[in-house]
Structure formats: structure tokens, C-alpha cells
């Protein structure tokens, strides 16, 4: 829904979007790695486009090939921004030997190396989803090598 004086508001009172998880304690690995990866949004609309979405890293270039038509809606750039990299960081878990999901103290979930590097996937989607920048598959290729 695009309400033009919410964003203004949303802008002026720092209002969060994004993604937190809360909770106390430790998080079960594959729950965790599940809820994350599905990234609902994101795949209706890869699925729209014809972009078969397979938690593949050529999948990522795909998603780099889509028109961003969401663009034109304010309300749902960071909502596909966070999918995206939820997707960015499924991807990366489920194809980089040693890397995992670990939700940091705010809540944030974010990708953890094997070299113990985090990675801010659900940031990086972001700026993917209003900017195109950076790529997602230039990220992939970026943590894969680390």
C-alpha cells in the first residue's frame, strides 16, 4: 500500500524496517535456517518474472536481472530488501562450507563465516532492493571466496 505521508513520518521518526528475531537463548540451526529462508515476497515476485528461485548462487544472477518495477512502491522496497538478503544469506549457508545463521544481540540475523567474518545480508538486500547495488551474485562471489 503506498500512503505518502506514512513514509514521510516513517522518515522523520526513524522508524525500523527490517528484520529482528527475539528471543532468549540459543536458536535450533535448521529451525532458524528454515524460517529464514522463505523469503515469501522475494520469491512471489522472482516467480512472476520467470526467475526460478533454488537457493542456487546462479539463482542470485537472476535476481540481478530483474526489472525493479518495486521501485515505484515506496512501502515495498525494504520489505523485498530484507528477502533479498535473507535470500542472499540462505544461499551462502546453504552453499559455503562452514558458514551458518547467527542472530546477533539486536536481534538482527546475519551470515557467520567459517573464518568468523559476519556478514550483514539482510543490509547488503537492502541496498540491492533501492539501489541494484551491489549486485547479489558480486556478494555471493565475495563471501564464497572468504
Sequence with gaps: MNIPFLDGWRRRHGAARGVALLGT???????????????????????????????????????????????????????????????????????????GWRVRSDGQPVVLLANGREADVVGAGREWAADGAPELSQLYAELAEI
Design 25 to 99: 537463548g540459543e536458536w535450533d540451526p535448521e529451525g532458524l535456517a528454515a524460517l529464514l529462508s522463505e523469503c515469501e515476497l522475494l520469491r512471489a515476485h522472482a516467480q512472476s518474472a520467470g526467475v526460478a528461485l533454488d537457493d542456487s548462487p546462479e539463482s542470485l544472477e537472476g535476481l540481478d536481472q530483474l526489472q525493479p518495477r518495486w521501485r515505484e512502491d515506496p512501502e515495498l522496497v525494504p520489505w523485498l530488501g530484507n528477502d533479498a538478503g535473507l535470500y542472499l544469506g540462505t544461499v551462502v549457508v546453504r552453499t559455503v562450507a562452514g558458514a
